[in-house]
């Protein structure tokens, strides 16, 4: 059974720090792409950041320069540093692990950015 576990969401203030993980079973990731979404209430869920296989990174134009993604293979994780956070970026995280026409999603973390 595979499994996406997203951790490391809450309430943090405007100009503060998050990082959230995203802790994988059942699968290696290593020969799957890792990517981080977000959904905001009323909203549809958009693409955050991509972790490729291949190594290469895609951001959102809204994160690049604030977001950071990467991943452990060895741990079986990936992780999105996000930094300079602003109340548009409150939204539920979730990470997804694509490998062709297979695609698992996590749960998803409630990030709330809010003074």
């Known amino acids: 059974q595979v499994q996406l576990v997203e951790s490391g969401g809450g309430l943090v203030q405007p100009g503060g720090s998050l990082r959230l993980s995203c802790a994988v079973s059942?699968?290696?990731?290593?020969?799957?792409?890792m990517g981080w979404y977000r959904q905001a209430p009323g909203k549809l869920r958009e693409m955050v950041s991509i972790f490729a296989s291949n190594n290469n990174t895609n951001y959102a134009a809204s994160v690049k320069g604030r977001f950071t993604i990467s991943r452990d293979n060895a741990k079986n994780t990936a992780y999105l540093q996000m930094n300079s956070l602003k109340p548009e970026d409150t939204a539920v995280y979730y990470c997804?692990?694509?490998?062709?026409?297979?695609?698992?999603w996590g749960q998803g973390t409630q990030v709330t950015v809010s003074s």
């Open positions: 997804d692990a694509v490998n062709g026409h297979t695609v698992y």
């Open positions: 059942g699968i290696a990731i290593s020969t799957y792409s």
